[in-house]
């Protein structure tokens, strides 16, 4: 069975704050995607990594895919309250996503 | 703006009777899945759709559970009877054929059975 673990679960710091999200698996996925969810809505999709050792920058967002495309890091950079929210990672597998437990992200005012 | 769409929004329900969850996919999309949320067990998948096939459904108990793709249009979650540990948000999303589609998520049924 394929799983994604998430680290943390639960982060809450200060606006300005730096902070990174682990999504580790010992399978290897075809892709690795990052949504973010808000409360009382469906989760939204955020980037899609599909080359090992590959990075993506959204804004103050960067996103990197192992080499071996088994985990993935979500690294936001000066944090605002609206990046408050719950980050997941899925790895692709065959056209069917698996998602990780998701980390819940407070940023404080 | 195209969304997908889901009804009911909220749904509280005895334990035994029978729940309908209806959603209609993204005009166009021909790969519908079904996911369930909970605190404990995060995002599942249940079942998914393409052309209306049911693909997989290996993460939906089979006893109560059945899920139908009617048409192009509309894709139902069925539980027959509904027990508590059912209480959960269904979610909705469909998708492209794309090797790495996007999957465009409704916003849920809220379902709660006392």
């Known amino acids: 069975t394929q799983l994604l673990e998430q680290s943390p679960q639960f982060l809450s710091i200060q606006e300005g704050e730096n902070l990174t999200v682990y999504c580790n698996s010992s399978?290897?996925?075809?892709?690795l995607q990052w949504y973010r969810q808000e409360p009382g809505e469906g989760p939204v999709l955020l980037v899609t990594v599909v080359t090992g050792g590959e990075v993506k920058k959204l804004k103050r967002l960067t996103f990197q895919f192992g080499d071996a495309r088994k985990d993935s890091s979500l690294h936001i950079t000066a944090a605002q309250p609206g990046d408050t929210g719950l980050y997941l990672c899925?790895?692709?597998?065959?056209?069917?996503?698996?998602f990780g437990q998701g980390t819940t992200l407070q940023v404080k005012p | 703006d195209a969304r997908v769409t889901q009804t009911p929004r909220d749904k509280v329900t005895e334990m035994g009777q029978e729940v309908t969850m209806r959603c209609q996919p993204i005009l166009g999309h021909n790969t519908v899945f079904w996911y369930r949320q909970t605190m404990m067990q995060g995002l599942e998948l249940l079942a998914y759709?393409?052309?209306?096939?049911?693909?997989?459904d290996s993460g939906m108990p089979k006893d109560r559970f059945s899920a139908e793709m009617p048409d192009a249009t509309l894709a139902t979650l069925k539980i027959q009877p509904s027990e508590p540990r059912d209480s959960a948000v269904y979610f909705c999303a469909s998708a492209g054929t794309g090797f790495w589609e996007t999957q465009y998520f409704g916003p849920g049924t809220r379902l709660l059975v006392l």
């Open positions: 899925a790895g692709g597998d065959t056209g069917k996503l698996i």
């Open positions: 399978s290897v996925f075809s892709s």
């Open positions: 759709f393409r052309n209306r096939a049911p693909l997989d």
